[in-house]
């Protein structure tokens, strides 16, 4: 039974940083495409940051260019989220996840396998 659980949430002020990780049991991830999305209260779920399972490729959005730093270490099965520079913007519902294939994408729908998400919230 293949998971992912996320951890490093919690609550920081504004201009502080979270380092979230997402540790994958059931299945080994070293080959495919791992992602971060996140959510906020009453809209959708948004692209954050992905890595190829070399860590080769990574991709960002544009609201977290910069500030946020996605890396993964195959040995340990897990994805990291080094957040930088938060935001009150940047709150959110934090969600890990992970596609077969070997395709770069950005849209939920891709991804086969999800975390139960970790909470964020940046303070002013």
């Known amino acids: 039974q293949v998971q992912l659980v996320e951890s490093g949430g919690g609550l920081v002020q504004a201009g502080g940083s979270l380092r979230l990780s997402c540790a994958a049991s059931?299945?080994?991830?070293?080959?495919?495409?791992m992602a971060w999305f996140r959510q906020a209260p009453g809209k959708e779920r948004d692209f954050v940051a992905l890595?190829?399972?070399?860590?080769?490729?990574?991709i960002y959005a544009d609201s977290v260019k910069g500030r946020f730093t996605i890396s993964r270490d195959n040995v340990k099965n897990t994805v990291y989220l080094q957040m930088n520079s938060l935001k009150p913007d940047d709150t959110a519902v934090y969600f890990c996840?992970?596609?077969?294939?070997?395709?770069?994408?950005?849209?939920?729908?891709?991804?086969?396998?999800w975390g139960q998400g970790t909470q964020v919230t940046v303070s002013s």
């Open positions: 890595i190829s399972g070399s860590a080769s490729v990574t």
């Open positions: 996840a992970a596609r077969n294939g070997w395709r770069a994408t950005m849209a939920v729908s891709d991804y086969n396998y």
């Open positions: 059931g299945r080994s991830f070293s080959s495919d495409y």
